[in-house]
Structure formats: C-alpha cells, structure tokens
C-alpha cells in the first residue's frame, strides 16, 4: 500500500469517527428508530454544583468497631444509603465514603433534589434489618378497611335490591380486588367451606349480610395463600333434586393381551415381517372369537410380550400407563369383553379386559343453588414481624459450604437473639423464614430444623459477588454504625444555570483566542490545527456522555485545561516544523521529522500531567476527582488529536508548491517554491 494511500484511509477513519461522536453529541436526530433513539439517549450528566440540589455530609461512628472491620462496616452503610437515594429516583446521585486519619465520612450528593428534609429523614435512620415469617390471615386493621367498603356496597344494593347485579357489576369494574360472579350454580359441596352453610341455608331472592370467607388461593410474595376477603350473596333460585353425574377419575381396569410383534417395531426381537404379523394378529382373533380358544392360553403360545408366561395378564392399570392407542381400547371395552386388532409402536395387540376397579360415574339426585356473589378480596402483607432484627445479629459473613464449595451467608446472633431465632425456626420448621432489609426481602430461605444455638447459614445460588454484598449489607444493619449530618449545603438551580453560562463563555471565548493565535503565529498549519481542536472538542464530549462522567464546574476546567494541553502539543510539533523547513527541507520530510522531535517533548509534557491526574482522582474527594478525571481524559485525547489528527491534515492538505510564509517561515527561502518529493 502506498504512503499516500495510507493517509487517505487515516482521514477516512477520523471522518468516520467525527461522524460518530457528532451523531452522540447531538441533541435528538431527525429519525425514530432503534439506532437514532440509541444516540438520542446518549446526555450530559451534569453534576451537583451545575444542577442544584443537596449536598450532605454524614459522620459515621466507628468507635465501637474492631479496626479491620470499619472500612466494610462504612461501605455498608453507603450502599444502604445509596439504595434508599436509588428509591427516591435522584438522577445521577452520588454517595461515597472518605476517610481523613480516624475519620470516616460518607458524603452524599443529590442533584435536583427538591425535598430535602425528606431526604435528611430517610438516609439518616439506622439501616433496618428484620427477621419475617409467614402469615395465614390479614391483620385486623386489613380487614377491617376492606369490610367497610363491602358494607357500604351492601347498603346501596338493600336499597335497590332489583338493581343487584347492576350495582356488583359497576363496583367490580371499578375497583382492582373486587370480583362479581353472577349465577352460578352449585350443588352443596360445591359452594367454598368459609361460607356454605350460610349460603345454602338463605331463600330465594335474600341478600346476604356481609359474609366473611375465601375465594380460592393467590400467590403473594411468592407463597401460596388463601384470597381472603368478603361477600355479599343474592340467592337467585333453589332447585330440587337434580341429577347429578360424577366422573371417577380413578378408574383402573384389569387386562391381558397378545402381542405380535414385527421386525422393526419398538423392543421387538423377532424377523417377523409387519405384513405376517398382522396375518397371525388376525388368525388368532378369528379363533378366539369364531372357535372360542381362551386368550390366556394362545398368549403363552404366540405373544411376544414378557406377559406370556402369565397368559398375557398385565395386572391393574389406570390412565397414563400404557401407550395411548392401547389404553384407550383398553379403557372402552367392558369387563371380559375382547378388543380388535389394536396397533401400537410395539406391534399388534388383542386386548381382554378382565376387571374393572371404580365406577365410571356416579349418578345421584342432590339439590342445587342458585346465586350471585360480590367478592371483596383483602391484600395483605404475608409476613409478621417476629421480634429479631439486626440488633441481635452480631456476625454476617461469606463462608464456603465443605461439600460443594458455594458461597453462603454465616450468621451470629447474640443470646438474646439466639433465643428468638429457636423459638422461631422450631415454629417454622419445613416453612420460609424472610430477611429483609429497609423494608425489602433480600433473602427467603427455608427452615429445615430447629436452630438453637443462634448460629445459621443462608444457602442459595450465590456467586462469591453476590454473597459479599449480601454479607455487607447484612452487617451493615447489625452493626452499630450510626451516621451524623455534619454538613448541609443546598446549591440553587440558578447558581448552577449561571455557572454553566459563565463556563460555557469561557471556553468559547478562550477557544476563538486560541484559534487566532495559531493561525496568526502559524497560518495554514493553525487552521488544520483548530480544525483538529474542534474535532477534538467533539469527540471529548462524545467521551464524556458515553462512558458516562457526571460533568462538575471542576470537571469542565479540567475539560478546558485539557484544551491547552492539545495546543501546547500542536505549538511544540510546529515550532520542530518550522526549524525542519528554514533547514530547506521538503514539506513531507519536515513534517515527519517535526512530529519525530517533537514526540518527546509531548510524551513527557503529557506522561507528567497524567501522573498528576491519576494522584488526584486516587485520593481526592468528588470535585477532585471529577478535575482529575477529565483532565486526563483530555490529555490523552489531546494526543490522539495532535499526533493524528493534526499530522493527518498537514500530510494530506499540506499542499505542493506552496510558499513557506503559509508556514510561519521567514528566511532567505521564503520566494522558493517548496519542493514536495
């Protein structure tokens, strides 16, 4: 590939780049689809101090705590509280700890926060950590709200009886939780237990009371419950004895048979071909029907079934069992009855059905009920509080179970603990037992016996990531950790608004002087290089909203200073430039040597700063690190712009034949033509 060739594709891959980062920096493109939405969604995430909002500081109390384990016992708390900043749905919070000689500070930054005393209140309790088991029935106060709503509709339909179903079926469609069922007819046991004797001792046309009872079962935080709740009855019609017909479900029948099996079919042994079979199948059949030779008997004979030697008798069976071609002959025949050439994949069958175990059906004359019911259902909480919370926890942490090596969860209680947590797993043996944290299960596992002694393991599908973060925030509601606010600051939105106006007017301010220093000290190469700062400026920018970086006052002065960095590079490669071309170079060779010479310099200059950054987003605090963070950022994309981008565009648009004033030279050469080879 040629030289020239080269630079060409290097132009095309910084156009293509530009292209992309342009795309993610404009505010919404024209189209509606995946892609464009994808782009459209890429934003600026503008920190605290240029949104407005809260910034607090907490004080965690870690006097208590062995030396090796404040550091988790603070994370603890921070994730606890960056999960209860998650539930208030603060865009792009920022909660993170910070440790000065013996103190240990969590700091917390909530952009747009509007209601900070809420917020105060709810990240300042102590982390909440309870010990739930099930329970079968609401609580009083439940039932008591939905009971009086149903006596309220019980009122309306007395009222206006005749407008029964009307009233159910408006207040049904109304509310989530209410059912209306309307004439349903049932045989007694048919009717739930809760409420049968009430239902089928009313008469015709009555309307119930307020009828407590269950409808069925719900799952409720994954368990199994009965839906209770309360009825209100309107008995439509009585019916007297009615025939009424019950399947048996458990039918077994009792049979023998003859297999002739053929080459080819399931588990046969024979050379037998499937034509032959069918020939003897039907032989066979003729005797036992036509000559009344027993089947027990030619099943010895000629079956190809390990049932031979019993005569074919294959005992009791019930539905589910056999092939289905063979169960469903089997099942249609009556009691010593014999079946025709049936075919399955083992062969062909002759069946006898010997015995029948259960009726087929059950017919008796009962009495029926008519009626239409209005079901107010109760949603509650199936778990109770047990009394064991993380006061009584001592001790959460990852062990490895011997046998298959998985992470799980050990936990210690204190004696008052210990003593609870007997008392509840000898109730809850074979039963879930819940913990939740601030109010969310984070893990429901099952009690396989009595634990005594308060030591317990949490087993489950771990990963070793997942049990540490378990662990932590276990012990982050068991240890005594508490947090005082220290410091409170509220940033107004106006302040922030005016803030990014002001750091926007100055960088643009900054980047036209920039930009009319190079190109009046350096002419043609300062244009190419403000075009490469503008490149520059857009894929920075492109970086920040992808990866993302929450941008701060500190950060964009680490954004501008970076700027200067990439002109610091483009000044040094030029002035090299300049030397190359005042010793009559030609423009290629100068350019390549100025850029070689000046590579040094750059990498040097540059390597220094980045040393710089890494110090202060490794031990500063936010603003600190958000500086850091995008100054380095900028250095090395600086780089890139200055050692590509830059060098690109003086290889491709140098020109040939231009004069060297278009370069900032001025010597005894400045008439002559320049000699590209």
């Known amino acids: 590939m040629s030289q020239r060739k080269k630079i060409w594709l290097s132009f095309a891959a910084i156009l293509i780049i530009a292209l992309f980062c342009g795309a993610v920096d404009y505010p919404k493109l024209p189209w509606d689809n995946k892609v464009a939405n994808w782009f459209t969604n890429q934003k600026v995430h503008l920190g605290l101090d240029l949104q407005g909002g809260t910034h607090l500081v907490y004080q965690a109390d870690v006097s208590n705590i062995e030396s090796e384990e404040k550091g988790s016992a603070v994370e603890g708390v921070r994730d606890v509280i960056e999960r209860r900043v998650n539930t208030f749905g603060v865009s792009e919070p920022v909660v993170q700890t910070n440790k000065v000689k013996n103190t240990w500070r969590i700091i917390v930054e909530l952009p747009g926060v509007k209601d900070v005393k809420q917020a105060i209140q709810m990240i300042g309790e102590t982390p909440l950590l309870e010990f739930k088991e099930q ?10 709200k939905i009971e009086s709503q149903a006596q309220e509709i019980l009122t309306e339909v007395k009222n206006n009886p005749a407008q029964f179903n009307e009233i159910a079926q408006r207040v049904a469609d109304e509310n989530s939780g209410i059912e209306f069922n309307a004439d349903q007819i049932k045989f007694k046991d048919e009717i739930d237990a809760s409420i049968r004797d009430q239902v089928w001792n009313m008469y015709q046309g009555q ?26 009855i309107k008995i439509d019609d009585k019916k007297y004895n009615i025939e009424r017909i019950e399947e048996n479900q458990d039918q077994e029948v009792k049979a023998s048979h003859i297999l002739i099996a053929y080459q080819g079919a399931e588990r046969a042994t024979t050379d037998r071909s499937q034509e032959e079979a069918k020939t003897l199948a039907e032989e ?3 005797r036992i029907k036509n000559n009344g030779e027993n089947l027990a008997d030619l099943a010895k004979e000629y079956s190809d079934c390990s049932s031979a030697e019993m005569g074919g008798d294959l005992g009791f069976f019930g539905k589910g069992t056999m092939a289905p071609e063979f169960e469903e002959a089997a099942f249609n025949l009556e ?14 069958h002759i069946i006898q059905v010997t015995d029948i175990k259960g009726e087929t059906e059950t017919k008796t004359y009962e009495d029926q009920i008519v009626y239409s019911s209005l079901f107010f259902g109760i949603t509650y909480d199936p778990w109770q509080n047990t009394g064991l919370s993380g006061q009584q926890l001592q001790i959460a942490r990852v062990e490895f179970d011997p046998n298959t090596g998985a992470p799980e969860i050990a936990l210690e209680f204190n004696q008052e603990g210990a003593d609870l947590f007997a ?63 220290i410091s409170q600051q509220t940033v107004g939105a106006s302040l922030g608004q005016d803030s990014v106006a002001k750091s926007l007017k100055a960088g643009l301010i900054g980047l036209i002087l920039i930009a009319l220093f190079m190109i009046i000290l350096y002419r043609w190469p300062g244009v190419l290089a403000v075009l490469a700062l503008i490149l520059y400026s857009v894929i920075t920018l492109a970086v920040f909203e992808l990866i993302p970086i929450t941008l701060t006052l500190a950060g964009i002065a680490g954004f501008i200073l970076s700027i200067g960095m990439a002109v610091d590079a483009n000044v040094l490669i030029f002035e090299r430039l300049k030397e190359e071309l005042k010793d009559g170079k030609p423009l290629d060779l100068a350019v390549k040597d100025g850029f070689d010479r000046a590579w040094t310099s750059i990498r040097d200059g540059n390597l220094s700063t980045l040393i710089t950054c890494v110090i202060l987003y490794w031990f500063g605090t936010s603003m600190i690190k958000g500086f850091g963070l995008t100054l380095g950022l900028g250095v090395v994309l600086s780089m890139f712009s200055a050692i590509v981008i830059t060098k690109t565009f003086l290889r491709l648009f140098g020109g040939r034949g231009k004069r060297l004033w278009l370069y900032g030279v001025k010597n005894k050469q400045q008439d002559k033509d320049l000699e590209i080879n």
């Not at 329970?135 to 008591?144: H, R």
């Not at 009371?209 to 719900?218: A, C, P, R, S, T």
């Not at 109730?427 to 879930?432: C, I």
């Open 135 to 144: 329970k079968d029935a609401p609580e009083a106060e439940e039932k008591l």
């Open 207 to 232: 309307i119930s009371k307020v009828i407590e009872g269950n409808l069925g079962y719900m799952v409720l935080d994954q368990n199994v419950v009965p839906r209770a709740g309360y009825y209100i």
């Open 284 to 286: 066979l059949l003729d």
């Open 335 to 348: 009691k010593d009855q014999i079946s025709d050439i049936v075919e399955t994949n083992f062969g062909y």
């Open 423 to 485: 008392a509840i797993t000898e109730r809850n043996v074979g039963q879930p037992v819940a913990i939740f944290l601030d109010g969310q299960a984070i893990s429901i596992p099952t009690v396989n016996e009595k634990i005594p002694d308060g030591k317990a393991v949490i087993s489950g599908k771990f990963n070793i990531t997942e049990a540490k973060l378990l662990a932590q925030r276990l012990s982050a509601g068991a240890l005594p950790v508490p947090i005082e606010l």
